[in-house]
Each structure stands twice: as structure tokens, then as C-alpha cells.
């Protein structure tokens, strides 16, 4: 696991050209992924009134979780994530963006989630804070 500004050092420079479809690639594409394998682990929680996605990349979970959220929170430790996400889902009015510090998620209001999703994406992160993120939510209720 990288620390943040090894992780900031990875995400800045990364090829971003496929949108995160790389990683999905063994699956047959996310769609197949997202239908296959997450939606049957997630789909009693879904849809639900607000959902935080923590670290979207260039969106290629976003894109699905987006049609089962009322409103959809999406927070990235990368400006150019985010900013990929912003264009890439400009017809979507039920998503608002933030960037983060890469430890906290004080742009979230307490007690406002409903489902937090992430994946491929917090195998990257220090336990540490992951330890606080946890905490953070749990003390939320």
C-alpha cells in the first residue's frame, strides 16, 4: 500500500485512457463485472436515497451506481478524477463531486449515507485510514 503521496504520484501520472476498464478486462468489461458480480453482492441495498462512492477513478463504477442512488456522492483523492467524472457524467443531475485530502470525508454531512461503495480501489490505501474511515462512519450511526 502506497502512502498519499505515493498514491498521488501513481493517480497523477496513470493512463487513464481506457477509463479504468483495465481492471475489468478479465471480467469481460465492468459491464459484465458490474452485473456478474458486484450488483448480485449490493442489489439488496440498492437503490437507495444517497450513495457515497469513495475513490471512482474515471467513473467506471459511477456509471452504474449512478441509475440506483437518488443522489450520488463521489469523492476522490485526485483532481483529475473527479474532473473526468464531472464531464463524463454532465447530463447526470443526481451527482456532486468533491475532492478530498485522501483521509477524511468531511464534505459528507452526518447521518446523510445510506450506502458507501468502493472497489479496486482502498487495497491502495494505508490501514491507518482505513481504521479512521471506519470510525468515521460507524460514529455517524
Known amino acids: 500500500m502506497g502512502d498519499l503521496e505515493q498514491n ?3 493517480w497523477t501520472t496513470w493512463d487513464w485512457s481506457d477509463e479504468g476498464e483495465v481492471w475489468s ?8 463485472m458490474w452485473y456478474g458480480a458486484l450488483l448480485p453482492r449490493v442489489h439488496a441495498f440498492l437503490p437507495a436515497t444517497t450513495v457515497l462512492e469513495i475513490a471512482p477513478g474515471y467513473g467506471r463504477w459511477t456509471q452504474y451506481l449512478k441509475e440506483y442512488a437518488t443522489h450520488l456522492i463521489v469523492v476522490d483523492l485526485m483532481d483529475r478524477c473527479i474532473d ?3 464531464s463524463r457524467f454532465a447530463d447526470s443531475t443526481n451527482i456532486e463531486y468533491h475532492v478530498n485530502d485522501g483521509c477524511s ?3 459528507v454531512d452526518d447521518r446523510t449515507v445510506d450506502f458507501v461503495f468502493s472497489f479496486d480501489s482502498l487495497v491502495h490505501v494505508e490501514a491507518d485510514v482505513i481504521l479512521d474511515i471506519d470510525s ?3 460514529q455517524r450511526g
Open 105 to 107: 470525508l468531511g464534505m
Open 25 to 32: 478486462d478479465w471480467w469481460g468489461g465492468s459491464r459484465a
Open 8 to 10: 498521488s504520484a501513481i
Open 84 to 86: 473526468h467524472c464531472r
Open 136 to 138: 468515521v462512519l460507524l
